[in-house]
T-cell receptor
Framework: AQSVTQLGSHVSVSEGALVLLRCNYSSSVPPYLFWYVQYPNQGLQLLLKYTSAATLVKGINGFEAEFKKSETSFHLTKPSAHMSDAAEYFC????????????FGTGTRLQVTL | DGGITQSPKYLFRKEGQNVTLSCEQNLNHDAMYWYRQDPGQGLRLIYY???????QKGDIAEGYSVSREKKESFPLTVTSAQKNPTAFYLCASSPTGGYGYTFGSGTRLTVV
């Protein structure tokens, strides 16, 4: 069984401030981990993914995430928030191997203020 | 460009009516998925299919049905048995190997 927990359903930051969105996972086998972003009334877009290579993963739009096995975490960060980063962010986990089904967290809505 | 197309973007259903949501992909992906999204509940898996002519129930399959007659297509029918169908529906596809999904742009279904 696998699951993810996203801490904080809403996060608010000022423009230019650090963005930190938290994700903890549970998996009985080595996981693949993903972050997706969703803008209103749109589908989800892949930001970045960890597939057992480098533990620090860089994604699009200046986001990155670090896989920490000891903490079972995969937090998403961005050094400087931009107004266009306001969206909902989902963390997801899947098992390695042939299985491809993802389990999603409940999402974190990021608000960016001036 | 390769991608997933969901149609229609908005759909209105009368009480007691069945409606079908379309999902087509040209990515040559083997697996396809349907999710339902409600505010504050994240994404919940309805059905998924890993090969043609085979599909499995997800966490909330009651009141829904699917078919997978072609690799490219995975339509979802919302039946009259689904008592609360108003939601945003997302279709996704993936290659085998667990490397993540590509999503369509969604269909917003409203019961009137």
């Amino acid at each position: 069984a696998q699951s993810v927990t996203q801490l904080g359903s809403h996060v608010s930051v000022s423009e230019g401030a650090l963005v930190l969105l938290r994700c903890n996972y549970s998996s009985s086998v080595p996981p693949y981990l993903f972050w997706y972003v969703q803008y209103p009334n749109q589908g989800l877009q892949l930001l970045l993914k960890y597939t057992s290579a480098a533990t620090l993963v860089k994604g699009i739009n200046g986001f990155e995430a670090e896989f920490k096995k000891s903490e079972t975490s995969f937090h998403l960060t961005k050094p400087s928030a931009h107004m266009s980063d306001a969206a909902e962010y989902f963390c997801a986990v899947s098992s390695t191997g042939t299985a491809s089904k993802l389990t999603f967290g409940t999402g974190t809505r990021l608000q960016v203020t001036l | 460009d390769g991608g997933i197309t969901q149609s229609p973007k908005y759909l209105f259903r009368k009480e007691g009516q069945n409606v079908t949501l379309s999902c087509e992909q040209n990515l040559n992906h083997d697996a396809m998925y349907w999710y339902r999204q409600d505010p504050g509940q994240g994404l919940r898996l309805i059905y998924y299919s890993q090969i043609v002519n085979d599909f499995q129930k997800g966490d909330i399959a009651e009141g829904y049905s699917v078919s997978r007659e072609k690799k490219e297509s995975f339509p979802l029918t919302v039946t009259s048995a689904q008592k609360n169908p108003t939601a945003f529906y997302l279709c996704a596809s993936s290659p085998t190997g667990g490397y993540g999904y590509t999503f369509g742009s969604g269909t917003r279904l409203t019961v009137v």
